[in-house]
């Protein structure tokens, strides 16, 4: 949502320049501030000179760019900007699920403003962007056994366990990816149920319950769908993490 003060700042990276100017002008006409770039490199380069009160907190990516793009761009947006921005993906096709796992969404163009304006309004300020990511904890992490866990080891222990189950959920999503490709949808099930099994260990509440569904259900039409949102959600719950630990 906006502040009428303090309008939220949105940082528009487009290499195609009609795009970059329909959108600003799409932007500030709905009371936004915004800045553009020209491509990735261009956009690391400006945020990297940017007073951090001053930088944005919603960044729309055209992921299909000359130059740095793509996850790896996502990963220097947010060493730039921090966890608390909100790293939006722009293309106009259905890309890899490498590509976006470290954006927190996708918007398939052409989108409209209804459907942007959405997509954005979780952000209101970069406060308000670290409070939601620390409410989402409430759906995504299960705080007492974070906290069991927390009380039982040293923090690089910790550490060391949420990112070995990750790591084992990522994998077996890869695996799962080839078991649908040939259809074979008993194996499919195993996995998922290992997924859910270690995700329900360590208090990963939403990786437990898609997992868990993935196993009701097995292969259907729209599993690709559903493990891409296997897989960001395995993303949300690193971030889910890494607030956790600056808390």
């Given at each position: 949502m906006k502040n009428e003060s303090?309008?939220?700042?949105?940082?528009?990276?487009?290499?195609?320049?009609?795009?970059?100017?329909?959108?600003?002008?799409?932007?500030?006409?709905?009371?936004?501030?915004?800045?553009?770039?020209?491509?990735?490199?261009?956009?690391?380069?400006q945020l990297s000179t940017m007073p951090r009160p001053l930088l944005p907190q919603v960044l729309l990516v055209d992921i299909q760019m000359p130059g740095?793009?793509?996850?790896?761009?996502?990963?220097?947006?947010?060493?730039?900007?921090?966890?608390?921005?909100?790293?939006?993906?722009m293309s106009g096709s259905r890309p890899d699920d490498d590509l976006i796992r470290k954006f927190d969404g996708l918007l398939l163009k052409p989108f409209s403003m209804e459907e942007l304006t959405t997509a954005i309004a979780v952000a209101g300020s970069s406060a308000e962007v670290t409070d939601k990511i620390r409410g989402k904890a409430e759906t995504i992490l299960d705080a007492s056994i974070?906290?069991?866990?927390?009380?039982?080891?040293?923090?690089?222990?910790?550490?060391?366990?949420?990112?070995?189950?990750l790591t084992d959920a990522e994998e077996r999503i890869t695996r799962m990816r080839q078991l649908a490709s040939n259809q074979e949808d008993v194996p499919f099930r195993k996995e998922a149920h290992a997924i859910k099994g270690g995700a329900g260990l360590v208090g990963a509440?939403?990786?437990?319950?898609?997992?868990?569904?993935?196993?009701?259900?097995?292969?259907?039409?729209?599993?690709?769908?559903?493990?891409?949102?296997?897989?960001?959600?395995?993303?949300?719950?690193?971030r889910i993490l890494m607030a956790q630990k600056n808390m």
């Amino acid at each position: 949502m906006k502040n009428e003060s303090t309008p939220l700042r949105i940082l528009v990276v487009d290499d195609d320049a009609l795009s970059r100017e329909v959108l600003a002008i799409l932007l500030e006409h709905a009371g936004y501030a915004v800045s553009t770039a020209d491509s990735g490199d261009a956009a690391v380069r400006q945020l990297s000179t940017m007073p951090r009160p001053l930088l944005p907190q919603v960044l729309l990516v055209d992921i299909q760019m000359p130059g740095m793009a793509g996850s790896a761009l996502a990963q220097a947006l947010r060493n730039c900007c921090g966890a608390s921005s909100l790293l939006l993906a722009m293309s106009g096709s259905r890309p890899d699920d490498d590509l976006i796992r470290k954006f927190d969404g996708l918007l398939l163009k052409p989108f409209s403003m209804e459907e942007l304006t959405t997509a954005i309004a979780v952000a209101g300020s970069s406060a308000e962007v670290t409070d939601k990511i620390r409410g989402k904890a409430e759906t995504i992490l299960d705080a007492s056994i974070y906290e069991k866990l927390a009380a039982s080891m040293r923090a690089d222990r910790l550490q060391q366990l949420y990112a070995t189950c990750l790591t084992d959920a990522e994998e077996r999503i890869t695996r799962m990816r080839q078991l649908a490709s040939n259809q074979e949808d008993v194996p499919f099930r195993k996995e998922a149920h290992a997924i859910k099994g270690g995700a329900g260990l360590v208090g990963a509440m939403e990786l437990q319950a898609l997992a868990g569904a993935l196993e009701d259900t097995g292969i259907q039409a729209n599993h690709v769908a559903s493990l891409n949102e296997l897989m960001i959600s395995c993303d949300r719950l690193r971030r889910i993490l890494m607030a956790q630990k600056n808390m």
